[in-house]
């Protein structure tokens, strides 16, 4: 019996968090959340989960077969400002990582998707996309692990 990865369900349910703990907060403002890359590009402030899948897995039977996942996937926050906004475009995107965080705090196993997920990475980087425009992108390794019983 081959099953797919968990990925795509962890995607999903990262999704989901994420939208909740903004959903619940009255000083969002407008965020754009996507899985894969925004189809009309990415808003002013974007978080996307990035669709790529890195995983790894075993099965093995003891009194039951299972199987064990863990891999990793990335989350991209990006914020674009006109230069001559006094926004820091670096600390909206901390904002929005601050989001991702929270939902997984708030959900670590992603609503019983996984056993757990954390972040275990960020970088960012400034850019200068176009003139008069100042960007900011922090990237988020998110690490999960869980295991499912095969039928």
């Given at each position: ?81 006109a230069s001559a ?5 670096r600390d909206g ?59």
């Amino acid at each position: 019996m081959r099953l797919p990865s968990l990925a795509d369900s962890v995607q999903d349910a990262l999704a989901t968090a994420i939208q909740t703990i903004m959903d619940a907060d009255a000083d969002a403002g407008e965020v754009g959340v996507s899985l894969g890359y925004p189809v009309r590009g990415p808003a002013r402030r974007q978080i996307w989960i990035c669709t790529d899948i890195d995983a790894e897995y075993s099965r093995y039977a003891s009194g039951g077969a299972t199987r064990n996942e863990s891999g990793t996937l990335l989350v991209r926050c990006l914020v674009t400002v006109a230069s001559a906004e006094a926004i820091d475009p670096r600390d909206g995107a901390l904002v929005l990582v601050g989001y991702v965080e929270e939902a997984l705090a708030t959900y670590p196993t992603l609503s019983g998707t996984v056993d757990f997920a954390r972040a275990s990475r960020l970088k960012g980087q400034e850019a200068l996309p176009e003139e008069r425009q100042r960007q900011y992108g922090a990237e988020l390794t998110i690490s999960y692990s869980g295991g499912a019983a095969l039928g």
